[in-house]
């Protein structure tokens, strides 16, 4: 009598999915086996929608330790296909940034790494609310695709030590799902299941290691330092579960990075940027993320040696011809990289002019982000198109100076019916006050398998 | 621009899901009209089960306080019909228990209740798992039938002071929604959520006042009395701020109540209570249950000279006659209540007897429920159907000594497949040691408006 069925650990009859979301929601910690079930039984269908959202607002509210959230990495990571680059010589290296606004670090250090001989398998997300995304940035150089089958992958890493895709169905289609849930049931904001998600699809490129720039501020989507420190450390600690050398850094993004925010925008100031003439703060992360990458995939002794290098593939012109070299193997239009003043502009160009002497005393990011998307940069939801041409282009950031009748901003636009509105959003986002704020540190922390460190350099 | 639409508080349209379950997962306190706009989302599905999940396991871990308790009833409430009894003449009163082994009060202290002019309008549920339901029960009498539409019920209560009813799909279809989710999605012993889906069925009876058996111990929902207190405190005050007089006690349910436990057995011990010959635990919370009732529904005084007339009631034999003429009102057989001897009896019908002298140290009153339940007499889903003729006869409880062979508890049953589980069940439920346990008071404490009391008398 009341003989339990012989199995392993393993058996899934052993569970059911009330008895484990029970166990989360009294705040008991996960089993691999378990975690591995839920996912399994979701992404089959056998688990409906109803159950996996009431063990998402669980796990939020009781969180999720490391190995759960390895475990959880690695069910969605198994879901789908991993790709296999064993074909491709070196130590296979990205970056993951976990957004902001004016971040176009990735069509920077991409370039430069590859020219420095380490392979760079990146698989990029669009733009969504006040954060951009890489996709929609390459997808504003005309011609350029980023839908590529994996053959074709493989092909274009082999060839040039880089390659610039979109997530395919095959990556991680278990975390596509659990993210369209956590969207509409309030559960996206868990360092845990954030950290699943990021790493679940990095995880399925291919790399060996992998840097990370965790942002915090107005910004970000970690509003705090704190809350940027633990996510970071979960994902690093995600990475080393997996044996991937993962070095991850905290910077500021209570600034805009640079002065362009929008996507040809954006593009435009990378070129700049791989030209040798880029904003300081954009160059000073790139290097720091492209060194660390270049010591990651061994072609550097240290980080410091690894920033040399970066800085060497932009002021020998190696960087700039890698990028002219990709974007040419992705179908873009190269006319547009070699001479981008030639890109065509949009039909609505608005100066913001300073009312008073001053200084930018701070700025709301956020809104920052909001105004370019009103503009017609980004999307509000999914099913939304970006405009190439829209954005905004920064003169003047917090620390600046400005005198009265300057111009501290400039929006770019096509869509007249929300212009004014985002003026008002952009000027809502300056403060200008009598003195300068105690400048902020851009990186604050390296977060590697050793801990958290204090950065200075 | 950004202009909010105009309209009361009460317009949907300010609204929406996500941030209403954001509010409650960051444990803030939602408005009345937030909890309204919820279920009435649900309720017309606008708003999918994965979002009212992630809800429930909001509400479970950051809780709800009294008057998101309230709003919740309340809405459930509206979400269906609300009986108008003002037709009957009198002060409708009705006892709600939060259900245990071997309850059978409602069936002594409803007939008790009318018999002294106090009109009872009753809906109760039926069994499932451990603990029984007052539907079945009445099933087991032939011919009784609970399936009666809204006119019928009016017509009986007028006629008898006493109506005796399943749940129809017009009283709180939200609850009925609600809690088939909770069930599958981990949310069910929340004591806010509790509250909320006895008290929209309670109220939608048609009634004036309320009492409340709040049942703890290993054969109740609640295990402690500390949880117990909590939930009968919700109750209470919920009932109160729907202006209906409502007293709760806290009752013990670590042992099964009386001797009988399962449909037809119950009823028989309740004919036996009626006639003035039942157990003293059963025949003490009866009576204290009724006298409540008759002192809420104006009848006495006070609750002590309510039970006097309880008392009253069963020795002048006007509460058995009542009991004749319900029965005999809903369709059933009163040859049956009159005989109850000569009910069928069940084919294997096994003593248990005891191994060696003791006594009773305890039982465990769950394992209790769980035997009858493999008996036939309960059901593990809602599909199954219960057997009358199945239960328990439990002829030793806690504290009662027992010598070796004497025979301490008889199984009835129908399903041979099952029974060796069931005298398993049974025996391991019981501790026999050398000494009986200190006794536990049966009623620990009153709760009404003024607050929780120890409850002595």
Redesign the interface.
């Known amino acids: 009598?009341?003989q339990q069925k012989k199995g392993t650990n393993r058996d899934n009859n052993h569970y059911n999915?009330?008895?484990v979301?029970?166990k989360k929601?009294d705040g008991e910690t996960l089993s691999n086996e378990e975690i591995e079930y839920l996912i399994q039984q979701y992404t089959t269908d056998a688990m409906?929608?109803?159950?996996?959202?009431?063990f998402?607002?669980?796990a939020?509210?009781?969180g999720l330790n490391d190995n759960e959230a390895a475990a959880l990495t690695h069910s969605m990571l198994h879901s789908g296909i991993i790709v296999d680059l064993s074909h491709v010589p070196g130590i296979k290296v990205d970056k993951h940034s976990t957004g902001g606004v004016g971040d176009k670090l990735s069509l920077i250090l991409a370039p430069i790494v590859a020219a420095c001989g380490v392979p760079v398998p990146m698989i990029s997300g669009r733009g969504l609310g006040h954060s951009g995304g890489t996709l929609d940035k390459l997808e504003s150089i005309p011609g350029f695709t980023v839908d590529i089958d994996l053959n074709r992958y493989k092909e274009i890493i082999e060839k040039h030590n880089l390659v610039l895709a979109g997530q395919t169905e095959e990556i991680a289609p278990a975390d596509k799902r659990l993210y369209a849930?956590r969207d509409?049931?309030?559960?996206v904001e868990s360092i845990p299941l954030i950290a699943g998600s990021i790493m679940s699809k990095k995880l399925a490129e291919g790399i060996d290691a992998l840097v990370l720039d965790v942002k915090f501020g107005s910004g970000a989507f970690m509003k705090t330092v704190e809350d940027a420190k633990k996510l970071a450390k979960t994902l690093v600690g995600i990475g080393e579960q997996f044996g991937k050398e993962t070095i991850a850094y905290i910077t500021d993004m209570n600034r805009p990075l640079g002065n362009a925010v929008g996507n040809w925008l954006e593009v435009k100031e990378s070129i700049d940027c791989l030209n040798g003439d880029g904003p300081s703060d954009v160059m000073e992360i790139s290097h720091l993320l492209a060194g660390t990458m270049i010591y990651l995939g061994k072609k550097a002794d240290n980080i410091s040696k690894g920033i040399e290098l970066s800085r060497s593939a932009v002021s020998n012109g190696s960087a700039i011809q890698k990028w002219i070299d990709i974007v040419k193997e992705h179908g873009g239009d190269i006319n547009f990289i070699k001479n981008p003043e030639s890109y065509p502009k949009a039909s609505h160009i608005v100066d913001l002019n300073s009312d008073a002497d001053g200084v930018i005393a701070a700025m709301d990011t956020y809104l920052v982000g909001m105004a370019s998307l009103e503009l017609g940069a980004g999307r509000k939801s999914k099913e939304e198109t970006v405009d190439p041409q829209a954005g905004i282009m920064l003169h003047k950031k917090t620390g600046d100076s400005v005198e009265k009748g300057e111009t501290f901003a400039t929006l770019y636009t096509n869509k007249k019916e929300t212009l004014?509105?985002a003026i008002?959003m952009l000027k809502s986002a300056y403060s200008i006050g009598e003195e300068a704020i105690k400048p902020v540190r851009l990186i604050t922390h390296k977060v590697d398998k050793n801990g958290i460190h204090d950065y200075s350099d």
């Open positions: 009598m009341n999915p009330v008895s979301i029970r929601r409906p929608d109803y159950q996996m959202s009431a998402l607002m669980a939020f509210l009781n849930l509409v049931t309030a559960t004014n509105n008002e």
